[in-house]
């Protein structure tokens, strides 16, 4: 047997504290266990047990040789799981959370090909516009965007997004559009109750960051909600790009106050609990978004 086998019979014995249970835990008899620490101890020139007819204890050499052993133990064990889970196919439960403009129109898409790829696979995307705790929601995967805080959390950037101010042809020609920032005080702007930092919209003015605190007659907890009031001509949004690229592009909506959005770029994360290996069914989600939005951001 070679050392790192030896290391594991010693730990064996230690944990057990004795020779017997432990060589049931191993599959071995008593006596080749008996033998293995003998050699054991006669290759380290040192005695590292007591034994007595009912157990064993550490002897202070066996004491910092067990203390030694465990990462080395954890770190063989860490590395024959990494590829035990690389290989095993994804299953079971995936529980992905979701700002629910990004979740509609960027991953609902995605899902489908998911599984049919992984037959074993079941996902539960949970759509919100409040940051959850991953831990204690168990979600496995979280989509973020902008200024990720201090975490333990694992963040794979999957892109970048900026701010931008949109409204109808039919609300600007109405109501004109807005030359600058404080001209926002006299249109009307749609809000979201969820998040209070959404509502003041931050702009570049004058080489300094000026705050305008918006109002208007609309306000929702969802972003598709709030999406589909400014398509309606209720008045101006101010969201991330993603959400109004193909409106932008189709005419249906008309980009303001450009000039004056800062020119500084927000990531998109997916982010998980921290682990030392990922599970299959995370690693191939996770995956599977750096494949599709890393090469080319579709908004």
């Not at 590829?83 to 990004?102: D, H």
């Not at 979280?142 to 892109?159: E, F, H, K, V, Y």
């Not at 998980?272 to 990922?278: A, E, M, R, T």
Request: proline fraction near 5%.
């Amino acid at each position: 047997m070679d050392s790192a086998g030896e290391m594991a019979v010693f730990a064996e014995v230690v944990e057990a504290q004795n020779f017997s249970v432990a060589a049931r835990a191993l599959r071995l008899t008593p006596s080749a266990v008996s033998k293995l620490i003998g050699r054991l101890e006669e290759r380290l020139g040192a005695r590292l047990l007591n034994r007595t007819t009912r157990q064993v204890s550490l002897t202070d050499e066996g004491r910092t040789y067990y203390q030694s052993c465990l990462p080395i133990l954890a770190a063989i064990k860490d590395a024959e799981m990494a590829v035990s889970n690389f290989q095993e196919e994804p299953r079971g439960l995936l529980k992905i959370n979701s700002s629910t403009a990004f979740g509609l129109s960027h991953l609902e898409p995605l899902l489908p090909d998911l599984l049919a790829k992984y037959p074993d696979l079941r996902i539960e995307l949970t759509l919100s516009e409040s940051i959850v705790n991953l831990v204690e929601e168990e979600v496995d995967v979280a989509i973020r965007t902008g200024n990720l805080p201090d975490s333990s959390l694992i963040a794979r950037r999957l892109g970048s997004i900026r701010r931008i101010v949109t409204a109808s042809p039919e609300y600007l020609k109405q109501h004109g559009a807005p030359k600058t920032p404080i001209d926002l005080k006299d249109h009307n702007c749609l809000q979201i109750s969820t998040l209070t930092t959404f509502n003041h919209w931050e702009f570049q003015v004058g080489g300094k960051i000026k705050r305008i605190d918006i109002s208007g007659n609309f306000e929702t907890n969802n972003a598709t909600a709030l999406h589909r009031a400014v398509l309606a001509g209720i008045g101006l949004m101010r969201s991330a790009n993603f959400i109004v690229a193909e409106d932008v592009k189709a005419g249906r909506l008309q980009a303001v106050l450009e000039e004056y959005e800062s020119k500084k770029e927000l990531g998109v994360y997916a982010v998980y609990p921290h682990s030392q290996h990922l599970s299959p069914k995370v690693r191939v989600f996770v995956d599977m978004l750096v494949d599709t939005f890393v090469p080319v951001q579709p908004w």
